[in-house]
C-alpha cells in the first residue's frame, strides 16, 4: 500500500486508534455491553415473574364455594382476606381479587351461566402475571364444570373435542426458533450500528480536524484532495464496521448467555448467510461513512456536526422499525427498490436462509447506486474551497 491514500489511510487509522475514548466507545463497550444489559433484564424479568408465581396473593370476594376451595387448593395460590380489595390492589398488597356473582354455586347447579369478575392492576406488570395465573385455574374449573354437567346426563366428555389439531412444521427438524428472534433484532440494529458505527471517526476526520487546524496542513501535501477523501473515507469505513462487528458480537453474546431475555431460542445460520449478512453490514457502513464524511467536512465544528447528523440516526431507525413486524415472504417487490428497507429485507432472507437472487441483485444493485452517490457528494463537497475552508 505505497499509494498516497493508502499513506493517508494509515494515518487516519492510527491517529483513531490513539484516541483510547474511540477504542473504548466503539469497540470494548458495546462487546462488553449488550451481554450486561440484556443478561440483567432477562435476570430480572425472571425473577419477577417467579416471585409472583411462587405465591400469587389474591383475595376473594363472594361465596364460599367449590372455586374458592379449587383455588386455594392450589400450592402457589394463597387467598389473603380483604376488607377494601380495590384499594388493596391499587396497593399491591395482592395482585388481584377475584369477585363472583350473586348466587355463584346455585347458577351452576342449574346449568345456568355464572359470572366472574378479575379485579386487577393494569398499571403493574405484576398484577397481569397474576391475572394470567389464575385465569388459566378459572379456565380448569369450568372446563370441570362442563366435564359434570356433561356426565350428570350421560354425555360423553369427548363430545367437546370433536377434532384433534396437530402442528406438523414446515421442517421436519427442530424449529429454528432463534432465526426468528434475531429476524426482528438483527436488521434493527445492524441498521443503527451501521448508522453511529462510522460517526464518531467521521466528525473526528472532517469537523474535528478543522476545528483543530490540522486539515490545512494535510491539504499542502502531496496527496491530492481525492486521495485524502478515499484515505479518510475508507479509514472511517474500517472503524464503522469494527464498531458494528463489535456490536453485533455482543448482541450474539447476549443471545446466547441470556435465554431469560431472549427466550430458549437455538439458533442455526449457514456460513452462506452469515458471508452475506457480513457483506450487508460492509456496505452499509461504507454508504453512511460516505454520507458522514461530506456532512462533517460541511460542518464548521464537532458540535456542528454532530446536530446534522443527529437526524441520520433517524433515518435508519424508522427503515428499521418499519419492517420490524414484516413477513418477509409476503414482501411486495417494491419494497426492494426502498431505500435501506430493501435493506432490512434482504437481511430477513439471509436470516431464515432465503437466497433469492432477483432481491439480492435489486437490493446490491442500488447499494452499489448510494455508495458512488454518497462518494460523489463527500467528493463535491471536498473539492469546495468555501466548504474546506468554511470556520
Known sequence: MNSLWGIVFKKELKDLFRDKKTVITSIILPLVLFPIIFGLMGKSAKSSVEKVTKEVKIAYVGEDNSLKKFLASAPNIKIINSKDYQEDVKKGDVYLAVVVGDRFEEKLSQDKMAD???????????SQTAMSVVRDMINAYKEEVVKNRLLSKGIDVSILNPIEIKDEPLKKEKANEGALVLNMLLPLYLLIYAVTGPMAAAIDLGAGEKERGTLEPLLTTQASRMQLLFGKL????????????????????????????????????????????????????????????????YAKSFKEAQTYLTPITVVGMIAAYGTFMLDVKNASIMLFNVPLVNIALILKEFIIGVYNPLHISITFAWAIVYILASILFARYMFSREDVIFRT
Open 116 to 126: 366472574i369478575k378479575i379485579i386487577y392492576d393494569s398499571d403493574s406488570g405484576d
Open 234 to 297: 475508507c479509514a472511517i469505513s474500517v472503524m464503522g464496521i469494527i464498531g458494528t462487528t463489535s456490536s453485533l458480537t455482543g448482541l450474539m453474546i447476549a443471545f446466547k448467555n441470556s435465554p431469560d431475555f431472549f427466550g430458549s431460542a437455538n439458533l442455526s445460520l449457514s456460513v452462506g448467510s452469515i458471508a452475506l449478512i457480513g457483506l450487508t453490514a460492509i456496505v452499509l457502513n461504507m454508504i453512511f461513512a460516505s454520507v458522514e464524511l461530506a456532512v462533517s467536512i
